[in-house]
Structures are given as C-alpha cells and as structure tokens.
C-alpha cells in the first residue's frame, strides 16, 4: 500500500508561483511513474503532469507546458510540483497519484493521495 500526502497549496495572486509536494510513504517510491491531477469546481478531474520513475521523461498537458514543472527526488520520496504565471482558472484541488508507467489518464494510477487546494485570485 501507498499512501500519498499532498501539502503546499494555498491562495495566490494571478502571476504569482506556488510548489506543490507530494510525499510517499513506500520505500518503493522509486519504481513508480508519478502523475499530477487536479479537479476545478463542477468539473472532472483532469490530467495535469507526469513523470517516470527515475525522472528522465516527463509529459505535460497542453494547458501547463511551459508554466508548471514536475520533478522528484527519490531519496526523499518525495514529487514536486512547480506552477509558475498562475491564473484564476488553474484554481482546483491538485492530486498526486502513482502508477506503474509513465501515463496521462487516471485510470493507471493505482494510488492517490486526498488532494491540496490551490485557489488563484484575479
């Protein structure tokens, strides 16, 4: 079992950055693809970013390349999150989940952690 913390969401300014972390608890951190996802008010959750297991490939959604990073640090068991140049319509809940491969749809992801609220203010 897996289990997930998410912390580092907060209120921002539009413009402004936050870094969300994501910690695991498993000693198997580094054999896990690592995604991020988040779900806005009255919508689905959507895929945002991921990243394989030793952080040499990563993939993007359309919407954040450019803006958001992702990057882990198996020795802390630990996957981040950098979003730069907010806007109000990146306000969600972000979520961090595990998969066995690097993958964009929610249904490989086996694990989930409860989510952070990020709200950007105009």
């Known amino acids: 079992q897996v289990q997930l913390v998410e912390s580092g969401g907060g209120l921002v300014q539009a413009g402004g950055s936050l870094r969300l972390s994501c910690a695991a608890s498993?000693?198997?951190?580094?054999?896990?693809?690592m995604g991020w996802f988040r779900q806005a008010p009255g919508k689905e959750r959507e895929f945002v970013a991921t990243?394989?297991?030793?952080?040499?490939?990563?993939y993007y959604a359309d919407s954040v390349k450019g803006r958001f990073t992702i990057s882990r640090d198996n020795a802390k068991n630990t996957v981040y999150l950098q979003m730069n140049s907010l806007k109000p319509e990146n306000t969600a809940v972000y979520y961090c989940?595990?998969?066995?491969?690097?993958?964009?749809?929610?249904?490989?992801?086996?694990?989930w952690g409860h989510g952070t609220q990020v709200t950007v203010s105009s």
């Open positions: 989940a595990a998969s066995a491969r690097l993958a964009d749809t929610e249904n490989e992801y086996a694990y």
């Open positions: 990243i394989t297991w030793n952080g040499d490939d990563t």
């Open positions: 498993t000693r198997a951190f580094s054999s896990y693809a």
